[in-house]
Structure formats: structure tokens, C-alpha cells
């Protein structure tokens, strides 16, 4: 059965070098990065690759964002270095790159919205990759909020990447997390936060095709379904100094239906009970294959458990071929 991976990370050459040049001390996610040969060295992913049968990846960049080690000039610079790798790959290896992810550094906005129309139609991208901030700034500021315009336009989805440093502290009283929860806990309610954003900002109104695709499952959407259901069809009565309730009566639809519009992905690190719950959310029509490799603690062990788990899910042949591929196929408009 063919399986798609929409949400795994490469840094082609190009791009590689010039941010090791920019920025060769880069902390966090920035330490991570380079010290995993397959997000960089082509035959080392491919011998991952070769491991599985009938399997291909959607290019995307990783962590960390772009905006966070460079300036608005060499930022452009970058997305130009990595969207163009992108499609030569694209163009060098189709069985095993059918498509990228557009790059774009949002802090030069307009000089964003101009590298997302090249990549898109020049180039060919399915779609653009953004962070769930803008060193610090939520992605539904009105300076941001073209992208969303741009996409819907164009049809294509925008893969949606959790960010957060350990600069965000885990109590007011600190300067700093700890025990990496910044990663762990930080990135889901980072994915859940921009989801909740997206929904209030009524963007899902404005823009009816908007199409986003989550990180790891929508973060903790799923498992909060009852909060984001009940909870928030009662917006605006825990609040004392903001009418919440007048928002409620702008939307469409109820909270909860908003956020079954988005699309999730299986990359859960081998997470069974996790995919079941996320699959019930969002439905088989809205959940993506993806194993986030190569950030696994030993290569392909991700993707074979990600398979694993999907392999055993209780669902008919067509439902697995919908998660594995076909729902991918449709989004992204490939052969």
C-alpha cells in the first residue's frame, strides 16, 4: 500500500551551509539539528527510506524557525536557497520526493508573501510551511493574515509547525524551562494555541477553502475534545473584563466544528493511543501519514512504528489507504 509521509524534515545543501554559517551556535532545537546526519546527507536518508516498501516523503524544512537566527535580508536569502534545493530534488528523485514545502520567513512579511507565490508557481510547491509564532508574535496578527488569504487562493494547504524555545519559562517566576518542557509539553500547546487563534480570528469564515494541516495529531485538541466542545460553547462566562460572548455570536458554527476542519498528522512517536484518539476527532478524511523523521532516537524507528500502529488500527483497507496516501494525494493536487 502506498504511503505518503507529508510531515518529515531535509535541509538541502545549499540551505545546510549558509545557516551553519549564520548561525553555527544556535541553541536549543538549533543544537539538535546538527547532529542528525539524515536532515541533511541525502544517502543516509535513503537508506532509511529503503527500508520500507512504497513509501515517499513531502519535503519540509525543520526547526528551527528561520526567522529566529536570521535577519529579514539573509532570511529571504535562505527561503530562495531552500525552496529552489527543494525542487531540484523534487526534480532529481520524483519516486522518492513527489513534492516540498514551501519555506518563508515571516519576519519580512511582504518579501514572505512574494517567496510563497514563486515557490507555488514557479516551482511547483504543494503548499507552505509556517511556525505556530513569529519570534513571539501570534501567526494571526494582521500583518500575517495575507498568507492565509494567499493560500485559500491558491488551493493549498499550510503545513502548520510547533515553535518554542527554552527561553519560555514554565512558571512566571523563572527565566527558563526545564527538563526540555519547552519541547514535550510546550510544542503541543503551541499547535493548540495557533488552532484556537485561527478558529476565534474567524478565518475559517473569511476564507471558506482555508485549508491547514497540524503537526503531531493538533497537538492537544483531540484529547481535549470535551474543553473545546462544552467548554467553549459557553466562551466569555469565566471572562470579567472582555465581552467573549459577542465573539461567539460573529462565528458561523460552533468552536468545535472549526477545529474538526483542520487536518492532522500520525506524527505521534509511536503513540497508539494517541492516533486512535486523534483519528476519532478529526476523521479519516482529515488524518495525514507522517512519521516527523528523522528526529527519531534511531533511524526509521518513527516511520516503522507510525506504520506499525496505522497497520493495526481497526478500519477497513480503504480508511488505511486514505490515511497512508490518498487523503495526500487530493490535498495536494499529485498524480
Known amino acids: 500500500m502506498r504511503k505518503l509521509d507529508v510531515f518529515n524534515h531535509f535541509f538541502p545543501e545549499p540551505f545546510f551551509e549558509k545557516m551553519i554559517e549564520l548561525a553555527p551556535t544556535h541553541k536549543d532545537m538549533g543544537k539538535r539539528i546538527r547532529n542528525i546526519a539524515a536532515l541533511h546527507d541525502l544517502d543516509a536518508r535513503f537508506r532509511v527510506m529503503d527500508r520500507f516498501d512504497d513509501y515517499q516523503q513531502i519535503l519540509s524544512m525543520p526547526s528551527p524557525p528561520i526567522e529566529t537566527f536570521a535577519g529579514p535580508n539573509e532570511a529571504a536569502d535562505l527561503t530562495r536557497r531552500g525552496n529552489d534545493g527543494f525542487a531540484d530534488l523534487v526534480r532529481r528523485y520524483p519516486d522518492r520526493f513527489p513534492g516540498f514545502v514551501a519555506s518563508i520567513a515571516l519576519n519580512d512579511p511582504d518579501a514572505a508573501f512574494t517567496e510563497a507565490r514563486r515557490a507555488i508557481s514557479e516551482l511547483g510547491a504543494c503548499g507552505v510551511q509556517v511556525f505556530t509564532n513569529v519570534n513571539g508574535a501570534p501567526l494571526t496578527s494582521p500583518e500575517f493574515l495575507p498568507l492565509f488569504e494567499l493560500l485559500a487562493e491558491y488551493d493549498r494547504p499550510i503545513w502548520l509547525h510547533p515553535a518554542r524555545g527554552a527561553n519560555f519559562a514554565d512558571y512566571r517566576t523563572e527565566t527558563s524551562s526545564q527538563f526540555e518542557i519547552w519541547w514535550t509539553l510546550g510544542w503541543p500547546y503551541e499547535t ?116 506499525d500502529i496505522i497497520d493495526r488500527l481497526e478500519v477497513s483497507d480503504e480508511v488505511r489507504a486514505q490515511i497512508y496516501a490518498r487523503n495526500a494525494l487530493a490535498l495536494l493536487k499529485l498524480n
Open 192 to 307: 493548540s494555541v495557533t488552532m484556537a487563534r485561527i478558529v476565534f480570528a474567524g478565518l475559517f469564515d473569511r476564507h471558506p477553502g482555508l485549508k491547514i494541516i497540524t503537526h503531531h495529531m493538533g497537538g492537544m485538541i483531540p484529547y481535549f475534545e470535551g474543553r473545546v466542545g462544552h467548554g467553549w460553547d459557553q466562551l466569555g462566562t469565566r471572562t470579567s473584563d472582555v465581552d467573549y460572548t459577542a465573539v461567539l455570536k460573529t462565528l458561523q458554527r460552533r468552536p468545535i466544528d472549526y477545529f474538526r476542519l483542520f487536518y492532522a498528522d500520525t506524527a505521534l512517536f509511536g503513540a497508539e493511543a494517541a492516533t486512535v484518539c486523534g483519528l476519532s476527532f478529526f476523521k479519516a478524511d482529515h488524518v495525514l501519514f507522517s512519521s516527523d523523521t528523522p528526529f527519531e532516537p534511531e533511524p526509521g524507528v518513527y516511520i516503522r512504528e507510525t506504520i
